[in-house]
């Protein structure tokens, strides 16, 4: 392929990547080691009241000569990986309260909210990866071993979950494991009562079952696609040489899926590692927490653009770190016509 066809044929993807890709993180970075103040001053107001009117003095921003707030911007460095790290003091919210005296020098020193963000993260991605991808497997498996009559009706219920929007999703498990709901009711019944929204380890729980149920049509959809492209040949093969059910499965299938699994694991933990929907909606951060929802915590509660841009660049950073050993291997593979 000459040079300018090629060019040609790239140009499209390589221009919408560095539109809706390279620079948003280049313009998230740029902002995570800046940081911007308003310039205030003092000013006198007049006040209307019904006693009369009396001037008070109030703080406002400074604008310049065409109305507009005048700021003043630095290179603060590492200054806000360091405050999301825990590793340096944290600053007040904008607008709000000093720290707290508890907070001084001395006082003892509250677990780290990205180290818990990070673990739970963790936790959530490395528990629902064996069952998306043990769970699709075997919903492939079962449904490629059904009549033709009853596949299509398998593969319209298996993605109701995926189609349903994270959102919706997730209100459709809070709706059912809530104090009143349908799973606590029915519990009750034969003696089990749990509280699932008031307690750590069960929102945790929840969390994770969102997690697999959401996820598992999507590779139950691609393990389906990929037995359609199992040499029938060599199945047959192994048949005649009187190879069971399981070795078939285990030496013929497979090896031929797993250029399948290794594509769905990546896809898996890119999504797992920035999950958010299920933790606003089914515990608000109060009894855990996620690196992606700490990020909208920081950017909405402590009112710091800069802060949680850091955030969400150290996000990134985790999801590379996560992807790099796959994308290795699959280089690898493809470098040795594996």
């Not at 009396?54 to 200054?79: N, P, W, Y």
């Not at 697999?212 to 040489?241: C, K, M, N, R």
């Not at 250029?259 to 958010?276: C, E, G, K, Q």
Request: proline share 6%; hydrophobic share 50%; with cysteine.
């Amino acid at each position: 392929m000459k040079t300018r066809s090629f060019l040609q044929f790239v140009g499209p993807s390589v221009l919408l990547m560095l539109l809706l890709l390279a620079i948003p993180m280049a313009t998230t970075f740029y902002l995570s080691v800046r940081n911007c103040t308003l310039e205030m001053e003092m000013v006198k107001v007049e006040e209307s009241s019904p006693f009369g009117k009396k001037e008070v003095l109030t703080q406002r921003a400074r604008l310049d000569a065409s109305g507009r707030a005048i700021q003043t911007c630095r290179f603060v460095g590492l200054d806000y990986y360091r405050k999301v790290l825990g590793l340096a003091a944290t600053e007040a919210p904008a607008g709000g309260p000093p720290p707290d005296a508890a907070a001084a020098p001395g006082a003892p020193r509250v677990d780290n909210e990205f180290l818990a963000a990070l673990r739970f993260t963790m936790l959530y991605t490395f528990v629902t990866l064996p069952f998306v991808l043990g769970i699709g497997l075997l919903l492939a498996l079962a449904v490629n071993g059904a009549t033709r009559r009853l596949r299509s009706v398998f593969i319209s219920a298996s993605l109701l979950p995926f189609i349903i929007t994270p959102v919706v999703a997730a209100l459709s498990i809070k709706w059912l494991f809530r104090d009143n709901g349908l799973v606590p009711h029915v519990l009750s019944h034969v003696g089990v009562n749990v509280f699932w929204m008031a307690q750590a380890w069960s929102a945790q729980l929840l969390i994770i079952v969102y997690g697999v149920w959401h996820v598992v049509p999507f590779a139950f959809i691609v393990f389906y696609a990929g037995l359609q492209s199992v040499p029938q040949d060599a199945l047959e093969a192994a048949t005649i040489d009187g190879a069971s059910r399981w070795q078939r499965l285990r030496y013929v299938t497979l090896p031929h899926l797993m250029p399948l699994v290794v594509f769905v694991t990546l896809i898996h933990l890119m999504d797992a590692y920035r999950v958010f929907e299920p933790v606003l909606v089914l515990t608000q951060g109060a009894f855990t927490t996620s690196v992606q929802y700490l990020t909208y915590y920081i950017l909405l509660q402590e009112n710091n653009p800069y802060k949680a841009s850091a955030a969400a660049v150290l996000t990134l950073l985790g999801i590379l770190v996560l992807l790099i050993p796959l994308l290795v291997r699959t280089w690898r593979e493809q470098k040795g016509g594996v």
